[in-house]
C-alpha cells in the first residue's frame, strides 16, 4: 500500500515536470516568434506568462521535498526525486531566458530597422530542439538520447562566436545600431545559455538512471 501510494506520487510529479516542458517549450517558441516577426503582443504574453512557469516550479519543489521527507525513498527512488529538483530548476531558467528574450524585443527601437542575423535564428533552433529532446529524452529515461542531445551544446557555442563576429561587423559599418547590435548579442548570450540549461537536463537524466553525475558516482 505504502509502496503504491509513492509510486502514484512519482508519476504525478512525472506529469507536473511534462506540464511545465510543454510551457516552457511554448515560451521558446513564442519569443522566437516574436522576435522574427517583430510581434509585441505575442512578447508581451511570453513576459506575462514566466510567473506561471515559476509558480508550477514552486510547486514541483513542494512535492519533491514532501516526498523525500515523508516517505524515505530508497536509493533509486531518491535519485530520480533529486533529479525532479535540478531539472525544473533549469527548465525554470530556461523559462526566464525566453521571457529576457521577449523583454528585448519589446524594447527595441522602431528607429531603426533591423536585421537578424542567419546565426541567432540557427542558434534559437538549435536552442529550441535541444530544450524539446532533452524533455522526451526526460521522459523515455533515454540515456543516450540524453548524450547525443549534450553534444549539440557545441554547435550553439560555435554559432554564439559566429554571432559576434556578425556584430561585431555590424558595428564596423554602422555604429549609429550600436544599441540594437547590443540587445541581440543578449539575445544570443540567453540562446547560448537555454544549451547549456538543456545540457544540464540531460546530465540529470543520466544520474537518474545511473548515479553517476558528469562521470562521478553520486547515488
Not at 527601437?109 to 542567419?118: G, L, M, V
Request: charged share 35%.
Amino acid at each position: 500500500m505504502v509502496r503504491a501510494k509513492f509510486e502514484t506520487s512519482l508519476e504525478q510529479l512525472n506529469n507536473e515536470l511534462i506540464k511545465m516542458g510543454t510551457i516552457v517549450e511554448q515560451a521558446i517558441g513564442s519569443s522566437i516568434n516574436a522576435l522574427k516577426n517583430k510581434d509585441i503582443a505575442l512578447a508581451r504574453e511570453v513576459t506575462e506568462k514566466d510567473r506561471l512557469i515559476d509558480d508550477i516550479e514552486k510547486d514541483i519543489e513542494s512535492k519533491c521535498l514532501s516526498l523525500i521527507l515523508r516517505q524515505q525513498p530508497v536509493a533509486c527512488d531518491l535519485r530520480v526525486v533529486s533529479t525532479a529538483l535540478k531539472i525544473v530548476t533549469d527548465m525554470e531558467r530556461i523559462g526566464d531566458h525566453a521571457s529576457d528574450i521577449a523583454e528585448l524585443v519589446l524594447n527595441f527601437n522602431e528607429e531603426y530597422s533591423y536585421n537578424i542575423t542567419e546565426h541567432i535564428l540557427t542558434m534559437a533552433d538549435t536552442a529550441v530542439r535541444m530544450v524539446q529532446d532533452s524533455i522526451d529524452a526526460f521522459v523515455e529515461k533515454d540515456i543516450k538520447k540524453a548524450s547525443a542531445i549534450k553534444k549539440m551544446d557545441d554547435i550553439i557555442d560555435e554559432l554564439f562566436e559566429k554571432v559576434k563576429k556578425d556584430i561585431a561587423d555590424e558595428l564596423l559599418d554602422s555604429p549609429e545600431k550600436s544599441n540594437m547590435s547590443i540587445n541581440f548579442l543578449m539575445i544570443a548570450k540567453y540562446f547560448e545559455k537555454i544549451g547549456d540549461h538543456a545540457e544540464n537536463i540531460c546530465d540529470w537524466i543520466e544520474f537518474s538512471e545511473t548515479g553517476d553525475y558528469k562521470n562521478k558516482r553520486l547515488l
